[in-house]
């Protein structure tokens, strides 16, 4: 069987005049691995490192990732020291390549079917780089659930992002991963949009998540990511969709 954490990690020494601003202001050469993470509820970790965020969830036995973000080094083998457990799987919420370009390190990748020809496809400004796509994929979607001991995790289909993009949902830790798609700014045609505008979307996604619980929206512990709504405009949502 092939596996993705035994392999090299990708080069990305043509990058290496390339420099990364970090939130504390610091500099790092792109190809040089970089990592800020914090533990957002118990065993579960945020993850940024270059791209956009993504997570650690661990189970009883083993862990899993949740996008898998496009800096440089082993992604697999830091998710393994955070943790002290093997992580041989990752999810992709869509197949943007900020969200999949490391897909490369695990042995079995989940993502929607729409996602397949896309997923880890390098943008432009990567050119010179190669990122295997030869990944096992396994196909989700809605109300598939993934088996992980402990921590099974639910998926369900929003699409407004990209037509393939899901949200996972974690009952133990009353998490929902939602990548990019309960997202204010939308996508394509739908960017930039209005909260009222994006409210109809945003609902209908915490609403398959309510029915899932049968419980209401104040129990979830978090929402991950609504992205480019401030605490105002937030507040008015939960209040709405209540």
Same mark, same amino acid.
């Given at each position: 069987?092939?596996?993705?954490?035994?392999?090299?990690?990708?080069?990305?020494?043509?990058?290496?005049?390339?420099?990364?601003?970090?939130?504390?202001?610091?500099?790092?050469?792109?190809?040089?691995?970089?990592?800020?993470?914090?533990?957002?509820?118990?065993?579960?970790?945020?993850?940024?490192?270059?791209? %956009?965020? @993504?997570?650690?969830?661990?189970?009883?036995?083993?862990?899993?990732?949740? %996008?898998?973000?496009?800096?440089?080094?082993?992604?697999?083998?830091?998710?393994?020291?955070?943790?002290?457990? &093997?992580?041989?799987?990752?999810?992709?919420?869509?197949?943007?390549?900020? @969200?999949?370009?490391?897909?490369?390190?695990?042995?079995?990748?989940?993502?929607?079917?729409?996602?397949?020809?896309?997923?880890?496809? =390098?943008?432009?400004?990567?050119?010179?780089?190669?990122?295997?796509?030869?990944?096992?994929?396994?196909?989700?979607?809605?109300?598939?659930?993934?088996?992980?001991?402990?921590? &099974?995790?639910?998926?369900?289909?929003?699409?407004?992002?990209? &037509?393939?993009?899901?949200?996972?949902?974690?009952?133990?830790?009353?998490?929902?991963?939602?990548?990019?798609?309960?997202?204010?700014?939308?996508?394509? =045609?739908?960017? &930039?949009?209005?909260?009222?505008?994006?409210?109809?979307?945003?609902?209908?996604?915490?609403?398959?998540?309510?029915?899932?619980?049968?419980?209401?929206?104040?129990?979830?512990?978090?929402?991950?990511?609504?992205?480019?709504?401030?605490? =105002?405009?937030?507040?008015?949502?939960?209040?709405?969709?209540?």
């Amino acid at each position: 069987m092939r596996s993705g954490g035994k392999m090299q990690p990708v080069d990305f020494s043509s990058k290496h005049n390339i420099l990364i601003r970090h939130k504390d202001g610091t500099l790092t050469p792109m190809d040089e691995p970089y990592y800020e993470t914090k533990l957002i509820a118990p065993g579960t970790w945020q993850i940024m490192s270059s791209g %956009d965020y @993504h997570y650690l969830v661990e189970g009883d036995e083993e862990a899993i990732a949740i %996008d898998t973000g496009y800096g440089a080094g082993n992604l697999r083998e830091y998710l393994e020291s955070l943790c002290g457990k &093997p992580v041989r799987k990752c999810i992709n919420t869509h197949y943007h390549f900020d @969200h999949s370009a490391n897909n490369c390190y695990f042995d079995l990748v989940y993502m929607a079917e729409e996602d397949v020809d896309r997923a880890s496809v =390098p943008y432009p400004s990567f050119e010179g780089i190669d990122f295997p796509r030869d990944y096992p994929v396994e196909i989700v979607a809605e109300n598939s659930v993934i088996p992980l001991k402990g921590r &099974p995790l639910e998926i369900f289909k929003i699409g407004d992002h990209t &037509p393939g993009g899901i949200a996972i949902l974690d009952r133990k830790e009353r998490l929902l991963f939602s990548g990019d798609e309960i997202m204010k700014m939308g996508g394509g =045609p739908r960017a &930039p949009r209005t909260v009222e505008e994006f409210y109809p979307t945003a609902v209908d996604a915490l609403n398959k998540a309510k029915i899932r619980f049968s419980t209401d929206f104040a129990t979830l512990r978090h929402v991950y990511v609504i992205k480019d709504l401030h605490k =105002p405009e937030l507040d008015s949502l939960k209040a709405r969709f209540q």
